[in-house]
C-alpha cells in the first residue's frame, strides 16, 4: 500500500490514506467532506446560507493509480458533479504530493483504487 507524507506513523495508514485524499480531493473548491469532523463542526456552528438545511450529500468515486514512482495517474471520477468541479477534482487528484509507493515482493509497484468520498456543496 502506498504511503502518504505524514501517514508514515499512522496506526492505520489505510485510514490515513484515505482521509488524506479526500481532504486533498475538495482542496480549493466550493465542497467540503460530508463526514469530516471540522465540517460538522462548521454546518453545527455557523450559517452557511439561508438554505443550508436543503445541502445534500454527494457521493463521488475516486478512480486513480498510485504508481510505482509514487505518482498519481490514469485519475477518473465518477458521480453527479458539474463539469467544473469534475474538471477541479482531477487536477487535485492529478496534484497529489508523491508517496512512498506500493511493493510487492521488495519492488515498486502501480496500485490501482478506488475510492467513494461523500461531499457537501456551499
Known amino acids: 500500500m502506498p504511503i502518504f507524507p505524514g501517514c508514515e ?3 492505520t495508514v489505510k485510514e490515513c490514506f484515505s482521509a488524506s485524499i479526500a481532504k486533498h480531493l475538495v482542496k480549493n473548491s466550493d465542497y467540503v467532506l460530508a463526514n469530516d469532523e471540522e465540517t460538522e463542526y462548521y454546518l ?22 498510485i504508481d510505482y514512482q ?6 477518473r471520477l465518477q458521480g453527479n458533479i458539474d463539469r467544473g468541479t469534475r ?6 487528484l492529478k496534484k497529489l504530493p ?10 515498486s ?6 475510492l467513494p468520498v461523500f461531499i457537501k456543496q456551499f
Do not use: W, Y
Not at 109 to 114: G, L, N, Q, Y
Open 70 to 75: 509514487g505518482k498519481a495517474k490514469k485519475v
Open 109 to 114: 509497484v502501480d496500485i490501482p483504487f478506488i
Open 9 to 11: 506513523e499512522s496506526k
Open 98 to 107: 508523491i508517496m512512498k509507493p506500493g511493493t510487492l515482493k521488495g519492488k
Open 87 to 92: 474538471k477541479k477534482f482531477k487536477e487535485n
Open 44 to 65: 453545527e456552528n455557523f450559517e452557511v446560507t439561508e438554505i443550508s438545511n436543503e445541502i445534500k450529500t454527494k457521493k463521488i468515486k475516486c478512480f486513480f493509480t
